[in-house]
């Protein structure tokens, strides 16, 4: 009894119906990184890493608290739920030290009772725990070489990440150069722990997108499409954060790559015959998923719908079947392009040589992002251009968030897509070199009819890549799942009794 009380202080779960991730996750993180590290000469022995977790804050000048998310780099070493943490590895050990803030009494009776050092050692399962007054006193005890602290470029979003920092760290030696390209090249392969974490958050999210497929029905709107997926992942599976902003994007919004936004807030009402475009992904763990499933509001496709549904599905089938370690991700984005471009012609819409299109960059007018991305406790993971790894100019190649050669344990999305973007199509028609291959008259049919992506997660394997997303796919599939799916359980808008009358 006390052994299986001491294995759930020290993992994490949601209840006996979600998955429990084991803190041997973050300690074989931890030990990977160390491994790393000690191989660096100019590192001596005696040294540590020292990261800073995410910090509390009100919205703008309220006392009210957003929910907090922990900084990717500090949980994917500890693990560790709450903000105003520092952590830090002693390198030639492993030994993980934790220092949580030192709160006053006063926040018991508003956040509830304070936990102690052992209670924190217990629940992360690390070496020793030092409330934060204390960091400076605990590096002056232990005389460290060198405290290795987090700055570097993301090259994702362009962002750089904040070293931390203490009242007397100007006391050590520090280095905020050595850490970031090694932390982030450890989160690019994924231990076994965490290729079960993301296996879970797959199986959570695809159940998820079937609910949506069930309940889905002309008359609703965007936002009940996303508030069904945030609920079942949450009542289900444990997922209090999603991935990212649900993008539900219907009829000519489905076009736009990342609607959903604030100033377009999934508020479009779903019409009979609308196509409509779904990248939804849950979080547990802090570790993501991120899936997308495209179809007709009604179940039913279109002869259109179904020749450009085709043609995304043609290319995301070619690249899964030809993805294993050797394979170059830029190869794999040109192949996508190439298959879509030759369906495009055989509808009609393009006419000429595909691999002059190419030539022309074709292809990122119907697909400007790129074909994929790495991922992992980020959505966008880290590592998507290591040393010497430059972005291409050239369109859509230059929206790759990744151009690295596939290796076992990377985890990456396949997310090909074809949309009819008036702006770029304009832009297209306007340019010599590329209107030549269009045929406006029939893109002209085409045109506010939206886009397509099909977006499944996949794990590199040693021969080749594992699927993770469960949702039907083919054509077939999805309208056999609505023919079979029962009555909706929630009821339409108009439906709904209102609630600002008489009480």
Same mark, same amino acid.
């Given at each position: 009894?006390?052994?299986?009380? %001491?294995? &759930?202080?020290?993992?994490?779960?949601?209840?006996?119906?979600?998955?429990?991730?084991? #803190?041997?996750?973050?300690?074989?993180?931890? *030990?990977?990184?160390?491994?790393?590290?000690?191989? &660096?000469? *100019?590192?001596?022995?005696?040294?540590?890493?020292?990261?800073?977790?995410?910090?509390?804050?009100?919205?703008?000048?309220?006392? $009210?608290?957003?929910?907090?998310? *922990?900084?990717?780099?500090? $949980? !994917?070493?500890?693990?560790?739920? +709450?903000?105003?943490?520092?952590?830090?590895?002693?390198?030639?050990?492993?030994? %993980?030290?934790?220092?949580?803030?030192?709160?006053?009494?006063?926040?018991?009776? !508003?956040?509830?009772?304070?936990?102690?050092?052992?209670?924190?050692?217990?629940?992360?399962?690390?070496?020793?725990?030092?409330?934060?007054?204390?960091?400076?006193?605990?590096?002056?005890?232990?005389?460290?070489?060198?405290?290795?602290?987090?700055?570097?470029?993301?090259?994702?979003?362009?962002?750089?990440?904040?070293?931390?920092?203490?009242?007397?760290?100007?006391?050590?030696? @520090?280095?905020?150069?050595?850490?970031?390209?090694?932390? #982030?090249?450890?989160?690019?392969?994924?231990?076994?722990?965490?290729?079960?974490?993301?296996?879970?958050?797959?199986?959570?999210?695809?159940?998820?997108?079937?609910?949506?497929?069930?309940?889905?029905?002309?008359?609703?709107?965007?936002?009940?499409?996303?508030?069904?997926?945030?609920?079942? /992942?949450?009542?289900?599976?444990?997922?209090?954060?999603?991935?990212?902003?649900?993008?539900?994007?219907?009829?000519?919004?489905?076009?736009?790559?990342?609607?959903? $936004?604030?100033?377009?807030?999934?508020?479009?009402?779903?019409?009979?015959?609308?196509? /409509?475009?779904?990248?939804?992904?849950?979080?547990? /763990?802090?570790?993501?998923?991120?899936?997308?499933?495209?179809?007709?509001?009604?179940?039913?496709?279109?002869?259109?719908?179904?020749?450009?549904?085709?043609?995304?599905?043609?290319?995301?089938?070619?690249?899964?079947?030809?993805?294993?370690?050797?394979?170059? !991700?830029?190869?794999?984005?040109?192949?996508?392009?190439?298959?879509?471009?030759?369906?495009?012609?055989?509808?009609?819409?393009?006419?000429?040589?595909? +691999?002059?299109?190419?030539?022309?960059?074709?292809?990122?007018?119907?697909?400007?992002?790129?074909?994929?991305?790495?991922?992992?406790?980020?959505?966008?993971?880290?590592?998507?251009?290591?040393?010497?790894?430059?972005?291409?100019?050239?369109?859509?190649?230059?929206?790759?968030?990744?151009?690295?050669?596939?290796?076992?344990?990377? @985890?990456?999305?396949?997310?090909?897509?074809?949309?009819?973007?008036?702006?770029?199509?304009?832009?297209?028609? %306007?340019?010599?070199? *590329? %209107?030549?291959?269009? @045929?406006?008259?029939?893109?002209?049919?085409?045109?506010?009819?939206?886009?397509?992506?099909? +977006?499944?997660?996949?794990?590199?394997?040693?021969?080749?890549?594992?699927?993770?997303?469960?949702?039907?796919?083919?054509?077939?599939?999805?309208?056999?799942?609505?023919?079979?799916?029962?009555?909706?359980?929630?009821?339409?808008?108009?439906?709904?009794?209102?609630?600002?009358?008489?009480?």
């Amino acid at each position: 009894m006390l052994k299986m009380a %001491a294995f &759930i202080s020290s993992s994490f779960t949601r209840g006996i119906h979600t998955f429990s991730v084991p #803190s041997e996750l973050f300690k074989t993180n931890r *030990q990977n990184l160390c491994e790393r590290l000690r191989k &660096i000469k *100019q590192i001596p022995a005696n040294s540590y890493v020292l990261l800073q977790a995410g910090e509390s804050e009100t919205r703008y000048c309220s006392d $009210h608290e957003p929910l907090f998310r *922990q900084e990717s780099y500090f $949980h !994917w070493t500890f693990g560790v739920e +709450e903000p105003d943490f520092f952590g830090a590895v002693h390198i030639d050990s492993g030994k %993980a030290i934790l220092f949580p803030p030192k709160l006053d009494a006063s926040y018991s009776t !508003w956040m509830g009772k304070l936990k102690g050092e052992e209670e924190f050692k217990g629940r992360y399962d690390v070496d020793e725990v030092h409330f934060s007054d204390e960091i400076s006193d605990f590096f002056e005890k232990t005389k460290p070489s060198l405290l290795l602290t987090l700055y570097g470029l993301n090259t994702d979003s362009g962002n750089k990440s904040t070293p931390a920092a203490f009242n007397g760290i100007n006391k050590f030696k @520090v280095n905020d150069e050595l850490l970031h390209p090694e932390i #982030s090249e450890c989160r690019v392969f994924k231990s076994d722990y965490e290729l079960d974490l993301l296996r879970y958050t797959n199986k959570v999210s695809s159940a998820a997108h079937r609910e949506v497929m069930r309940q889905i029905r002309p008359g609703m709107y965007e936002y009940q499409l996303e508030s069904i997926f945030r609920h079942f /992942c949450s009542y289900y599976g444990g997922g209090r954060h999603l991935s990212y902003t649900c993008i539900c994007g219907s009829g000519e919004n489905a076009a736009i790559l990342h609607y959903g $936004h604030a100033g377009a807030p999934n508020s479009r009402r779903l019409n009979d015959g609308d196509a /409509c475009l779904l990248d939804m992904g849950t979080e547990y /763990c802090c570790y993501a998923s991120d899936i997308t499933c495209s179809y007709p509001v009604n179940g039913k496709f279109t002869e259109k719908q179904k020749i450009i549904y085709e043609a995304v599905l043609k290319a995301s089938k070619s690249v899964f079947a030809a993805m294993k370690p050797g394979v170059s !991700w830029v190869d794999m984005h040109k192949l996508a392009e190439r298959i879509q471009l030759e369906e495009l012609k055989k509808a009609g819409l393009l006419q000429g040589d595909v +691999e002059e299109m190419m030539k022309v960059r074709l292809g990122a007018i119907f697909m400007p992002h790129g074909l994929g991305h790495f991922m992992g406790i980020d959505t966008h993971d880290v590592g998507g251009y290591n040393a010497g790894g430059e972005k291409s100019t050239e369109p859509g190649l230059r929206s790759l968030r990744t151009n690295r050669i596939l290796q076992p344990r990377m @985890v990456l999305t396949i997310e090909p897509g074809i949309y009819f973007n008036n702006v770029l199509l304009d832009a297209a028609l %306007a340019d010599p070199n *590329q %209107a030549k291959f269009l @045929v406006p008259s029939v893109i002209d049919e085409y045109r506010n009819s939206g886009g397509v992506r099909i +977006e499944d997660d996949v794990i590199v394997t040693d021969d080749g890549v594992e699927m993770m997303t469960n949702v039907p796919r083919t054509v077939e599939e999805i309208e056999n799942f609505f023919r079979s799916r029962p009555e909706p359980t929630l009821p339409l808008p108009s439906e709904i009794p209102c609630i600002v009358g008489k009480q």
